[in-house]
């Protein structure tokens, strides 16, 4: 959580970008710069005290850039569509590489297209140390099993055909608050449909935020539950979802919402319970204006 709001970094840091004219995209800037440095002081460390050949590092990002507000969160996911809190591409292709002295020489260097989702590394993880990941307390209580995929023999070169063809696309009606956990869409080869109410559906530009000040929260769009009103994209040639292809294909439009709504069925939702104002102002009001624990604080 280095690079997220609210935006800080040792001044040294800012310096380095003391060209950059928006205060957000310099700050931003400097944020991952600095990730960069840790990770490198990290790496050196590992190699100096002779661990780097059993280092596998697997360095992901959980969702795209946050483009709301005005860009005052200070990312961009340009040309893709949308960001963080949205699902356009923006919102959910996120970077991702692998590295380190346990990654076999041929695979260093090279670039993976095939599907992999966060919820893999767990599973991955478990199955490079030999330990099965199945959750059997989970189990025992009903919930349901894991959704990752071993992506070792993948990203290993052992196998050049990936165990996962489709990702699910999470959503909430509304984000924050406690409620029922939807699918809004689903990947699944090449092709990508969404349902339900799109923010952020709007692309920013090279250079974002810039003088226009548009709120890309307020840009949306629906998407549909038929072909004329749905929204249905080829990711691969159309990365950027300029060009709805639900009404030239509606056989597939039908053939991937019916296995969203199979999916609906069975999502896990969880109580989430309900908001308490109190909390919040306990885990924010405790420790001189950071969040901090809150469960064995007093009043």
């Given at each position: 959580?280095?690079?997220?709001?609210?935006?800080?970094?040792?001044?040294?840091?800012?310096?380095?970008?003391?060209?950059?004219?928006?205060?957000?995209?310099?700050?931003?800037?400097?944020?991952?710069?600095?990730?960069?440095?840790?990770?490198?002081?990290?790496?050196?460390?590992?190699?100096?005290?002779?661990?780097?050949?059993?280092?596998?590092?697997?360095?992901?990002?959980?969702?795209?850039?946050?483009?709301?507000?005005?860009?005052?969160?200070?990312?961009?996911?340009?040309?893709?569509?949308?960001?963080?809190?949205?699902?356009?591409?923006?919102?959910?292709?996120?970077?991702?590489?692998?590295?380190?002295?346990?990654?076999?020489?041929?695979?260093?260097?090279?670039?993976?297209?095939?599907?992999?989702?966060?919820?893999?590394?767990?599973?991955?993880f478990c199955a490079i140390a030999g330990v099965d990941p199945t959750d059997h307390a989970a189990a025992a209580a009903g919930l349901p099993p894991?959704?990752?995929?071993?992506?070792?023999?993948?990203?290993?070169?052992?196998?050049?055909?990936?165990?996962?063809?489709?990702?699910?696309?999470?959503?909430?009606?509304?984000?924050?608050?406690?409620?029922?956990?939807?699918?809004?869409?689903?990947?699944?080869?090449?092709?990508?449909?969404?349902?339900?109410?799109?923010?952020?559906?709007?692309?920013?530009?090279?250079?974002?935020?810039?003088?226009?000040?548009?709120?890309?929260?307020?840009?949306?769009?629906?998407?549909?539950?038929?072909?004329?009103?749905?929204?249905?994209?080829?990711?691969?040639?159309?990365?950027?979802?300029?060009?709805?292809?639900?009404?030239?294909?509606?056989?597939?439009w039908h053939q991937l919402y019916k296995r969203v709504q199979e999916l609906q069925q069975g999502v896990y939702s969880p109580d989430r319970g309900?908001?308490?104002?109190?909390?919040?102002?306990?885990?924010?009001?405790?420790?001189?204006?950071?969040?901090?624990?809150f469960m064995h604080l007093e009043g």
């Amino acid at each position: 959580h280095v690079v997220h709001t609210p935006l800080d970094v040792p001044k040294a840091y800012i310096d380095k970008f003391s060209w950059m004219k928006n205060h957000a995209r310099r700050y931003y800037h400097a944020m991952v710069n600095y990730l960069d440095s840790m990770v490198g002081d990290v790496v050196q460390l590992l190699k100096a005290r002779g661990m780097w050949d059993d280092t596998l590092i697997v360095f992901s990002a959980d969702n795209g850039g946050p483009i709301y507000d005005s860009g005052s969160a200070g990312a961009n996911n340009w040309p893709l569509k949308g960001g963080k809190r949205s699902n356009w591409e923006g919102g959910i292709r996120a970077n991702a590489f692998v590295t380190g002295g346990y990654l076999p020489q041929e695979r260093r260097g090279q670039m993976e297209t095939s599907l992999i989702s966060i919820a893999d590394w767990y599973t991955t993880f478990c199955a490079i140390a030999g330990v099965d990941p199945t959750d059997h307390a989970a189990a025992a209580a009903g919930l349901p099993p894991i959704d990752g995929y071993n992506m070792w023999p993948l990203i290993s070169g052992a196998n050049t055909t990936a165990p996962r063809n489709e990702v699910p696309i999470g959503d909430s009606p509304q984000p924050h608050i406690p409620c029922q956990t939807l699918v809004g869409g689903l990947i699944q080869g090449e092709h990508k449909i969404l349902v339900g109410e799109l923010h952020q559906s709007c692309w920013t530009g090279p250079d974002w935020p810039n003088k226009t000040r548009v709120n890309p929260n307020n840009k949306i769009e629906m998407c549909g539950t038929s072909p004329d009103t749905g929204c249905l994209f080829n990711i691969k040639t159309d990365p950027t979802e300029h060009f709805n292809i639900a009404k030239e294909k509606p056989t597939l439009w039908h053939q991937l919402y019916k296995r969203v709504q199979e999916l609906q069925q069975g999502v896990y939702s969880p109580d989430r319970g309900t908001i308490q104002k109190e909390c919040c102002n306990k885990a924010l009001g405790s420790y001189g204006g950071f969040w901090g624990p809150f469960m064995h604080l007093e009043g």
